[in-house]
């Protein structure tokens, strides 16, 4: 029962495909915007995400809270109740050492893999073209 | 690891705080929704505009808490309890159908549970002591044939050379049981039950004292031998538990033996109930080569480490063969067997394979049981079609109702499971109050212990899958489309639904024919040897066992004055027809001796003539009841100064002395620790049984007490009146005689009978009980089926009458339909108890169970209650009225 959280771009709302995400991106986007801004609530980390990826990614909110809870149980971010810039009762995360220390094992993972990822899709179309 | 285990323990914790946990989150996505509202509206939307856009967004709360849930928790747990709530409704929306299938299913489990608490009172029970498995009991085994030929005594010779060779045994240790003691305590004396033990025997059990010491090397010694160790209970019921009892001494057997230990009450093993124990002193003329012929010892010894069973074996049958090869006079044909502590107290007392067949029963009436909820859920997964179809069209995948439908029959079960054990709790009190005919039965402790508990607990899930597997799987082959497009409002069953309840119901009557005539062979043979012939007369007899003990009675002369001066005492008593002293009383499995007939080779010792040997003093033969046939009886004139002389019987006749004139021909016995001696028959009496549950006689051989005096031996006195009554005068005349000379078993000869078959009675109760449970559950099935289909037809039952059909047409019809099922069902459960009469005479050698009339009483019967089961749903389906029926549609 893992659960997959789905990033739809623009464009493939308009061709009606949509595009399943490899397992724990959420995660390591939620763990990376908690690293670098500090504390903060969930609609704070799903706004950051969408703004970090330029508006070009439409994300589904309400999944964020599923991936929090999830790296809460592991023990790599923590949770506080606070009150938010509006005044309202809202629970604060932030990043924990273990946290920290995935991130950056993962961080390194997820660069080298898209690194060979771009080349390998790059040899082919050198391929195609010759 | 760590890690794993922290975030299962979460997830699990997070199961159990649902409420609480599902709360934070709609706070959480709350405040979610205002921040988001608030951005919007900044933005410069319109408040119900930017409200849209913030729960597109967000992307539906619902589905965000779903999500949420299966990432925190564990979503087998949580569907699991959900379908456990769904089904809990369920039964109690329909206690009609909850009850009738946690009762069907609380009979199987209550029999089953009561039946597995003698298994676990009788098999399953550790004998005391550290690692009883380590310790091994030898034993000899008789080359003849007989009642448990590899579970015979040791001689004590034997038993010395096995201990003195052997280097598989860390120690072994010789006990004699069975040798009753007079303790006087208080004034009375009373015989007491006891075992005379070598010093190592606790040592090897590996048991320690509740109080004082256990026996030590040197108590066996001549002069330091009057040592005694009591049971808890004797202790208890005697000496009032008294802890200075220490050191003290008792009387037993007119001497004094000091009390050095008292055992703990739960040092007890199956079928040995002695009340107390004494050193085993092993004499010179233990170690002659007649005492080879004296085998009264059993023998334990525990394996050193590292040594199996398998090795002792092989080491036991090179000591036996050895034995074999050095005193071929005695030992020839005679083996060494060797079991482990457990298994042999189980084997020795005879109860598996009864067990064995009672488990097997129950077995197939829980089998009967589960076909019969079976059907029940399959009417029940008929009836709700619909409310399948529609959880699948709303996308409820078949896993989840297979599932779903598990979940109910779990329920089910473990509710049947509660009411059996319920069942079960006065099933054993029942047991356990039968069980007590003997004293070693009613030592066993029967309760509802842990194993039965467990042991019910597996049966419940076994019937949970059992009952439901076939209806879930039916179901989930729920055509969607078809149920739904039902417009009927009669609920209506698949056709796979109702071809699977006919199977089920077949498949009952097979079981039940089987049952019935498997339980039918084994109570008819049993009822045959409850009431066979015996060959003498049982009523109106009492009798009471007497031991002479050594102080007193050493000398054959004065074992002979005392009978001699007790009998007529008797004989003057008001109401007593004969007094007679016998060594074994007739019917309770006296001895073997094999002999030598004058004029016949002298075969090897394993080949030899084998006789029941049995001593009695003049007026036995009158006072039994046994017909002389030829020749004389015994007389006073045959005394010690008289020539030897024996009486035999038919059998005897029949087998050594064919076509030969019996009387006055010469036997010599092989006896242990006597000159041999020829002996002249000079009568033939009627065959009396050995034992009152053997089937086949014997040949038995009779010796006068004057010529051959024992000092152990039963009285016997033949009563005009109830021999019960007689019991105070028999124990007043024999102290008149000896104060200090206890009776023990003073009982008529009834009784002593009745308790040895005690066990059997109660077997053929709760045989005839569970195949009764049996048939009426097979008929209940039968009935619920015929009676359910012709519901289900009412309406072309109808149209069929409105077009002519009589009622004699319509039960016709109906009663073919169970007509078939029966006969189908009969004919396989016919075919599979063929072979039961020669799987029973494996089992049971002492019973007959070839009767063909069994199998066409049982048949007949099968075939009349499933009649009559069909026929009340037929006479129902002819009574209806077709325009009713139709118009209700």
Sequence with gaps: MCYTPVLVTQETILAESKLDLLQGTLDLMALQTLAVMGPLHGYGIARRIEQVSGDRVLLNQGTIYASLVRLQQRGWISAEWGTSSNNRKAKFYSITKKGRKRLAEDAVYWQRLSGVMGRVLGMQGEGENS | MIHWLRHSFERLRSVFQRAELDQELDTELAAHLELAIEENLQRGMSSEEARRRALISLGGTEQAKEHHREARGLPAVDTFFQDVRYAARGTVKTPGFTVAAV????????????????????LLRRPPGRDPERVVVVTSVSPAQGFQPDANAVSAPNYLAWRAAGNIFENMAATDNYRAVSLTSQGQTTSVPSEAVTPEYFTVLGVSP??????????DQPGRDHVVILSHELWDREFGSDSSLIGRSVRLNREDYTVIGVMPANFQMLGFTPQLWTPLVVTAADQTAAARRNRSLYVFARLKPGVTLAQARAEMKTLGRRAEEDFPDTEKGWGVAARTLPDFLVYLFGIRSALVVMMTVVGFVLLIACANVAG????????????????????????????????????????????????????????????????????????????????????????AILCSLAPALTASRTDINSNLKDQSRAASAGRSQSRLRTVL????????????????????????????????????????????????????????LFVKDLLPRLRQLPGVGAVAAVS?????????VTLLIQGQPELPADQRPRTVDVIVTDDYFRTAGIPLLRGRAFTG?????????????????????????????????????????????????????????????????????????????????????????????LRKTVAQADL???????????????????????????????????????????????????????????????????????????????????????????VVALPLPRVFAAVFSDIDTSDPRTYVIVLVAIFLVALLATYVPARRASALDPIRALHSE
Excluded: C
């Design chain 2, 210 to 219: 509740h109080l004082g010491r256990i026996f030590a090397e040197g108590d």
């Design chain 2, 376 to 463: 029940l859920l399959l009417a029940r997964a008929g009836t709700r079609g619909k409310e399948l179809a529609i959880r699948m069209s709303l996308g409820a995948s078949r896993l989840r109702i297979v599932r779903q439908l598990l979940t109910e029959g779990l329920i089910i079960a473990l509710l049947g499971g509660g009411a059996g054990l319920l069942l079960a709790y006065w099933g054993v009190k029942f047991v356990r109050a039968n069980m007590a005919f003997n004293e070693a039965a009613s030592a066993v402790p029967l309760s509802l212990d842990w194993n039965v508990l467990l042991f019910a607990l597996g049966v419940s899930m076994l019937s």
């Design chain 2, 584 to 592: 074994e009383l007739p019917a309770t499995g006296a001895g073997h």
């Design chain 2, 740 to 830: 200090e000379l206890p009776l023990a078993h003073v009982m008529s000869m009834s009784t002593i009978i009745e308790r040895q078959k005690g066990g059997d009675l109660l077997f053929m109760q709760m045989l005839a009980a569970l195949a009764l449970l049996a048939l009426t559950l097979a008929a209940i099935g039968i009935y619920g089926l015929i009676s359910y289909s012709v519901g289900q037809r009412t309406h072309e039952i109808a149209i069929r009458m409105a077009l002519g059909a009589t009622g004699g047409d319509v039960r016709r019809m109906v009663l073919s339909q169970g007509v078939k099922m029966v006969s189908i069902g009969a004919a396989i459960g016919l």
């Design chain 2, 637 to 729: 004139l045959d005394n010690a100064a008289a020539p030897r002389v024996a009486v035999v019987n038919q059998e005897f006749v029949r087998r050594y002395l064919k076509d030969q004139d019996p009387l006055g021909k010469q036997v010599r016995l092989d006896l242990s620790g006597s000159t041999p001696a020829w002996s002249e028959i000079v009568g033939v009496v009627g065959n009396v049984k050995f034992y009152s549950e053997t089937t086949r006689y014997d040949p038995e051989l009779y010796e006068p007490f004057l010529q051959r005096p024992v000092s152990s031996f039963s009285l016997m006195v033949r009563t005009s009146s109830d021999p019960n009554g007689l019991a105070s005068d």
């Design chain 2, 505 to 560: 119901v077949t498949a009952e009557i097979a079981m039940a024919l089987f049952l019935l005539i498997g339980t039918g062979l084994l109570i008819r043979g049993v009822f045959l040897i409850q009431h066979q012939a015996l060959g003498f007369q049982a009523e109106h007899q009492i009798t009471a066992g007497v031991t002479l003990d050594s102080a007193r009675y050493k000398d054959p002369v004065q074992q002979t």
């Design chain 2, 103 to 122: 009762l069907t299913l609380g009979l199987g489990i209550a029999a089953n549970a009561t039946m597995f608490s003698m298994v676990s009172g009788f």
